[in-house]
């Protein structure tokens, strides 16, 4: 089995170490890149993805201060996700991990995406699907939103997004029946749900 494989089955069945997360986070958006690429990364926390980008990487999220102590966040631009200080046509690329279900005001935040995006600018989501929000939920004592993919493919639409895709865990998802099994471990077994769209 190949590494790529290897990383994607990975993120669908378990819970994935930091090293692991990176790979599986760069083997989703190598494909999305284009030379001299413009880059947002949105809640970028410790910017963990900034060395994976040989073009313009911004780190945006909306504190600089640390998580912890000796666990710094390394934040370009402070800036709420709903109201991000950048014109029309910024970037080629924006995506966002594990942060977009922490933004309170989630249907300003894809309009936001979709107007500094260049046309044809690609938004990547992954955000925790259900089953890793009702683990944090035990874990922090509260409720916290959660998607399935027709909802955030829902809310894209009202922010003018085309062509929304959802991307499988999985890699090697080309027929129906492995497309609908990939569907079900996202949702249920797994840790993300990935989602893309289009300006
Ligand atoms: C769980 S961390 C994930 C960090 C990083 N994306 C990663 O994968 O390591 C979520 C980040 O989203 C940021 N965040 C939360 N609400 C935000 C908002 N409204 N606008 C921008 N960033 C936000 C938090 O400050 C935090 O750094």
Request: charged share 25%; proline share 4%; aromatic share 14%.
């Amino acid at each position: 089995m190949g590494r790529n494989t290897r990383t994607v089955i990975q993120g669908c069945v378990t819970r994935m170490n930091k090293k692991e997360r990176l790979s599986f986070v760069e083997y989703h958006l190598k494909e999305l890149l284009v030379p001299e690429c413009r880059v947002l990364d949105l809640g970028c926390g410790t910017a963990q993805y900034r060395d994976s980008f040989k073009w313009i990487y911004v780190g945006l999220d909306i504190t600089s201060l640390p998580y912890s102590d000796g666990f710094p966040r390394d934040v370009n631009v402070v800036a709420s996700g709903s109201k991000l200080p950048f014109a029309e046509g910024s970037f080629n690329l924006i995506f966002s991990v594990a942060a977009f279900y922490q933004m309170p005001d989630s249907e300003m935040v894809l309009k936001e995406c979709h107007r500094i995006l260049k046309p044809g600018g690609q938004l990547l989501l992954f955000d925790y699907n259900r089953r890793t929000q009702r683990l944090l939920e035990k874990k922090e004592g509260h409720r916290l939103p959660c998607w399935n993919y027709w909802q955030l493919k829902r809310l894209f639409q009202k922010a003018y997004f085309k062509n929304i895709q959802w991307r499988s865990a999985v890699a090697a998802s080309r027929t129906l029946f492995q497309q609908a099994i990939s569907y079900w471990m996202s949702e249920w077994r797994g840790q993300w749900l990935i989602i893309k769209g289009n300006k």
